[in-house]
């Protein structure tokens, strides 16, 4: 069953390359009523569109690396992550269009065929994105080398590696990202399937 919300206020507390907002709401409870007054902050994000690259004739998966702020803040681990293709939708894309456009911009490469593994939000406690998860079919023959659109400081290497390469690259934590994680665990469980098709 649907509950309500309601906005008693909305303040935009930072407006840069992401956007902050100070929100005051309240929701109905599943004990029925309203709840108090609740001040949340929401980092508000585009959606975006993630794509596992995989050459199903090699048995091989394009991976990526690049710096990511976020990851620099723990001195423990390298803030340059090992990823898969992923971006943010701009105004009257689609999101087919979004992974042909960042496949082609961040591996260099064009899909051949794309099947849809799923909708979630990755954080949703605190931020409003959400990402929809693609399996890319390419060629992954001559993908390789550095990529990236230089105005939006872009500066990607691309590699490709057998599926089982970086599928043992998240069990032993190289990969420590969420998004090409789950895309990784679902090729593992859908590969044969996928290559018998």
Known sequence: MKKGIEILNKNVVYNGFFRMEKQCLRHELFSGGWSNEITRELFVRDNCVAVVLYDVERDKVVLIEQFRVGAAENPINTPWLVEIVAGIMEEGESIEDVARRETREEAGCELLDLIRINKFY????????????????????????????????????????????????????????????MALQWLALNRLLIRNR
């Not at 060629?139 to 390789?144: P, T």
């Not at 089982?164 to 090409?180: G, K």
Request: with cysteine; net charge negative; proline share 5%.
């Open 122 to 181: 990755l954080s949703p406690g605190g931020s409003s994105e959400q990402i929809t998860l693609f399996c890319g079919i390419v060629n992954s023959e001559n993908v390789g080398g550095i990529h990236g659109v230089a105005d939006e400081h872009e500066d990607i290497f691309v590699r490709v590696v057998p599926f089982e390469e970086a599928y043992n690259m998240v069990i032993s934590n190289q990969i420590d990202s969420a998004i090409p994680i």
